[in-house]
């Protein structure tokens, strides 16, 4: 037998293609912003996460090259080693504060504070229920803890419910999605947390489209939810979102977080965040907490937004976030209509399996505190010109 890789590689991208799901980067040439430019030419982007608008924010540029000043540009070591700077502490202390918990923990990514949290904590002994639609790197986190991970179905309480009721583990978890990062909806935090109290189960939740934008205060979806630090004794936020710079964090007790320091895998061996990045996330939790006409205008326009696309009898999912999916569900169809969007102007992206579940092809609109009211017309009237009526 010979094994010939580049004949089974081949073969391999050549199905991908074949069933509409080969994947290609764009080039962009200009900040992330809402107007991007690309090979040259102008888009108006309605696909970032930079739901804020801070990524190309100038008190964010100013403070990330104040932090390059002041702690220059790598960390040079993992935190437990010699990288924890006065940076990343005063950070953990201020997203302590912000989420109303005794502590923080930063991550180099959402990713890796998912693996490492999930395996610090979970292990072939325990279950793990988890939501259906949940990301990609919370069912990663789940395998790689050895844990038995039982997918319950989207938001579905009752099912979960009996799930618990049958189960003999006196020590499960809970983990959801905040805010559902393809469909946009919310997770119906305070019934799951009633369910975690009913059978013992630690419930955690990544908030990574929440933090930033939900809740009056912008603190997520366990503010918009009511609920405090023992209802939900983990969270997980991310900062290259709505926080417009990158990383991650966990929030919760005291005790949560020195386990996370001895023994997450994802936190001891990786060489920490450069710490100008965490001194520029600094001002971004201020101007979160200065600038509540960011939430309020985002919310403005998902209403006009969606008040427009149903005068245009477009599918739309019941999502009340800046995350506003329009179903095409078939792969092939989204990819033309995104094209075709491109072609005026407008940035989209299709979102196909196995990203999502089959036949939910969708495209992914989000909203950017930094999209005007006439961006918005923009967009409805490019939709209504390249999807065919009652054919979405
Ligand atoms: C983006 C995302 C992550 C990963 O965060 P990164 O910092 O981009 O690695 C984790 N969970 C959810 C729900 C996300 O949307």
């Given at each position: 037998m010979t094994l010939n890789l580049a004949a089974e590689l081949t073969s391999r991208l050549a199905k991908q293609k074949q069933q509409h799901r080969y994947r290609s980067r764009r080039v962009i040439d200009s900040p992330q912003d809402v107007e991007l430019q690309c090979n040259g030419k102008p888009l108006l982007s309605f696909c970032s996460n930079d739901y804020l608008g801070l990524a190309n924010h100038p008190t964010?540029?100013?403070?990330?090259q104040a932090g390059a000043e002041r702690y220059g540009v790598g960390s040079g070591a993992s935190h437990l080693v010699s990288g924890h700077s006065q940076a990343h502490h005063a950070?953990?202390?201020?997203?302590?504060?912000?989420?109303?918990?005794?502590?923080a923990l930063l991550f180099s990514s959402g990713y890796m504070a998912n693996l490492g949290v999930v395996t610090a904590l979970a292990s072939k002994?325990?279950?793990?229920?988890?939501?259906?639609?949940?990301?990609?790197s919370l069912i990663d986190a789940a395998r790689l803890s050895g844990a038995t991970m039982r997918r319950y179905p989207h938001n579905d309480i009752e099912a979960l419910n009996k799930r618990l009721e049958k189960?003999?583990?006196?020590?499960?978890?809970?983990?959801?999605?905040?805010?559902?990062s393809m469909d946009g909806d919310i997770a119906s935090?305070?019934?799951?947390?009633?369910?975690?109290?009913?059978?013992?189960a630690t419930l955690m939740v990544d908030d990574a489209h929440g933090i930033g934008v939900i809740g009056e205060n912008g603190r997520g979806t366990i503010e918009y939810c009511g609920l405090n630090n023992y209802e939900v004794p983990i969270l997980v936020g991310t900062l290259g979102k709505a926080l417009g710079t990158a990383g991650a964090f966990v929030a919760g007790s005291e005790a949560l977080i020195e386990i996370l320091i001895q023994q997450a895998r994802t936190y001891i061996y990786t060489t920490a965040l450069p710490?100008?990045?965490?001194?520029a996330t600094l001002t971004s939790i201020e101007l979160i907490e200065t600038e509540a006409w960011r939430r309020e205008h985002l919310q403005a326009l998902v209403k006009q937004f969606r008040s427009g696309a149903e005068q245009l009898g477009l599918n739309?999912?019941?999502?009340?976030?800046?995350?506003?999916?329009?179903?095409?569900?078939?792969?092939?169809?989204?990819?033309?209509?995104?094209?075709?969007?491109?072609?005026q102007g407008i940035l989209i992206s299709a979102i196909r399996p196995p990203t999502i579940p089959e036949n939910t092809t969708r495209l992914r609109i989000t909203f950017s505190a930094n999209h005007s009211e006439q961006h918005v017309e923009k967009l409805l009237s490019a939709l209504d010109m390249v999807i065919p009526t009652n054919d979405n």
């Open positions: 964010l540029i100013k403070a990330l950070l953990e202390e201020t997203l302590a504060e912000f989420t109303q918990r005794p502590r002994q325990n279950n793990i229920h988890a939501d259906r639609l949940n990301h990609a189960s003999n583990d006196d020590r499960p978890f809970i983990i959801t999605d905040g805010v559902f935090l305070s019934q799951l947390a009633a369910t975690a109290t009913r059978y013992h710490p100008a990045i965490a001194h739309l999912m019941p999502s009340i976030t800046p995350i506003q999916p329009l179903l095409i569900n078939d792969s092939c169809k989204a990819m033309r209509i995104s094209e075709a969007l491109q072609q």
